[in-house]
């Protein structure tokens, strides 16, 4: 694959990245959580798509995904075995886990310390402390304010009290997380089996209409009113389509799931930036 190919497929990673890494930065899934995730695809794929023999040879996946052997090994045992209590825990986790486990960080009893933010002094126990023994480089300020907007620690005559072992983000239903898979996977998997296809004729169908200058708020409204009514009449067309022709399918062959998935999408330009711009349009020059 040409260099060329390779940074465009980037560049559409990126974008397809945006919303999903939006979403799991708000319900607490960290990047180290991501990236085991990411390899555990990889090796996957690797395995399922390129590696044919029935067998796994790690160098030879190692090689295809750019892992080394024992990130290949430790992919394969851990979904062998490992249990999901061995995923990383995300930082206000670890930090909270800390506070009630570390006898440094507890009173009489086991009960964790009301903390200063900053004591002051090295032999007295203080948030700052807590942070930067529990949570690496992380601000120990925006610490705080995660861990007091989701409820797990109340601020107590300037002091901070943790009320909650657990770190927990806005929840989501199972049924709507497996949803979030399986139409994103539903519709990466055509956008990209029509980028491989030799014809648009052999390609899936994959169509968009939008509107060439952008709408105002007030329009975009009326037409999620209009789509609505349509698109659902639409759904239920095709609905009956594949009623009238069960018939058709054969008891003897096997079959494979199909469908169509419409939505309605409303972006913001300004989200679809590269991290250059964002920071160039805020002044900034160097990390430091």
């Keep these: 694959m040409g260099q060329e190919v390779k940074d465009h497929l980037r560049d559409a990673l990126s974008l397809m990245f945006k919303p999903l890494v939006r979403l799991l930065i708000a319900q607490g899934v960290t990047h180290a959580e991501f990236s085991e ?75 964790p310390l009301e903390l200063p933010y900053d004591s002051g002094d090295d032999d007295v126990p203080s948030f700052i402390e807590l942070v930067r023994r529990y949570s690496g480089d992380m601000a120990p300020r925006q610490m705080l304010s995660q861990l007091v907007e989701s409820g797990a620690v109340i601020e107590v005559e300037n002091r901070y009290k943790a009320v909650s072992r657990i770190f927990l983000h806005s929840k989501l239903s199972p049924s709507l997380i497996r949803r979030l898979g399986s139409v994103g996977y539903r519709v990466f998997s055509s956008a990209a089996e029509n980028i491989d296809r030799e014809t648009e004729s052999t390609s899936h169908f994959d169509r968009m209409v939008f509107a060439d200058e952008g709408c105002t708020d007030e329009v975009i409204e009326l037409f999620a009113e209009f789509i609505k009514s349509r698109g659902q009449e639409f759904l239920e067309e095709l609905d009956v389509w594949f009623s009238s022709r069960k018939e058709l399918n054969k008891q003897s062959e096997p079959r494979k799931q199909t469908g169509v998935y419409m939505v309605h999408y409303v972006e913001d330009e300004s989200d679809l930036g590269s991290l250059q711009e964002l920071l160039e349009s805020r002044g900034i020059e160097s990390a430091d």
């Design 37 to 111: 995730t990411a390899k555990e695809v990889y090796v996957e794929t690797a395995l399922r798509h390129f590696e044919v023999d029935g067998r796994v040879n790690k160098s030879r996946v190692a090689i295809l995904t750019g892992l080394t052997r024992k990130e290949v090994k430790n992919v394969i045992d851990r979904a062998l075995g490992s249990p999901a209590s061995d995923r990383t825990h995300s930082r206000p986790a670890r930090v909270l886990t800390g506070w009630h486990a570390d006898p440094h960080f507890q009173g009489p009893y086991g009960i």
